[in-house]
């Protein structure tokens, strides 16, 4: 059974960082896209990141430059590095399995959640 | 960046009517279209992915049609599980880009 657990969020300051973690199970990392999605309190769904096998990668212009996704096929876990934090930024943020058909990428596989709020 | 509208933002139906959902994007996207549902407090779901494939697990009363710029999702009879908000997502290009949603609640 696929699962995904995500760990790693709170409360931090502005400018502040964190750390979220994405733990895969009932299937491998390495062998798919993983992609880091999120949503604001009472607002709709927002990309924000997607690693691709070879581990190129692909950034929301809102998070360009502060935010690096990575992954530790060893231990099956997909991160997302969060630096300068805004306010803007206080959303849940959901870890995704992405499928593919010719070319088409979809979330097939959602984590629970982890809430990040970004306050003073 | 390509602009998914949804249309309506929400609406209101009771259990066993049919109920359709718009999505359009700003330019051509081909079948590069999926959609989702997110129960209140909840993860989203995949239901439909390139337009017209149900999900493994999805319920069969879901169906999506459309190409080139304007998609649908039907639902066939109404079940009480389905008052939800729905999501388009297109993959056409980068960055990828969701519609606004569309939440159904109950008349």
């Known amino acids: 059974e696929v699962q995904l657990v995500e760990s790693g969020g709170g409360l931090v300051r502005p400018g502040g960082s964190l750390r979220l973690s994405c733990a895969a199970s009932?299937?491998?990392?390495?062998?798919?896209?993983m992609s880091w999605v999120r949503q604001a309190p009472g607002k709709g769904l927002d990309w924000v990141s997607i690693?691709?096998?070879?581990?190129?990668?692909n950034y929301a212009d809102s998070v360009k430059g502060r935010f690096t996704i990575s992954r530790d096929s060893s231990k099956n876990m997909v991160y997302l590095q969060m630096n300068s934090l805004r306010d803007d930024d206080t959303a849940i943020y959901y870890c995704?399995?992405?499928?593919?058909?010719?070319?088409?990428?979809?979330?097939?596989?959602w984590g629970q959640g982890s809430r990040v709020t970004v306050s003073s | 960046d390509i602009q998914m509208t949804q249309s309506p933002s929400s609406l209101s139906a009771s259990v066993g009517d049919r109920v359709t959902i718009t999505c359009r994007a700003s330019?051509?996207?081909?079948?590069?279209l999926n959609w989702y549902r997110q129960k209140q407090g909840r993860a989203p779901q995949l239901l439909i992915y390139s337009v017209s494939s149900l999900q493994s697990g999805a319920p069969s009363r879901f169906t999506g049609r459309g190409s080139g710029t304007e998609f649908t999702l039907t639902i066939s009879s109404l079940q009480p599980e389905d008052f939800a908000t729905y999501f388009c997502?297109?993959?056409?290009?980068?960055?990828?880009?969701f519609g606004g949603g569309t939440t159904v609640e109950m008349k």
């Open positions: 997502q297109q993959s056409y290009m980068m960055p990828l880009t």
């Open positions: 995704a399995r992405v499928g593919s058909r010719r070319g088409n990428l979809y979330f097939a596989y």
């Open positions: 009932g299937f491998t990392v390495n062998g798919n896209y």
């Open positions: 330019q051509n996207i081909d079948i590069f």
């Open positions: 690693i691709r096998n070879g581990d190129s990668t």
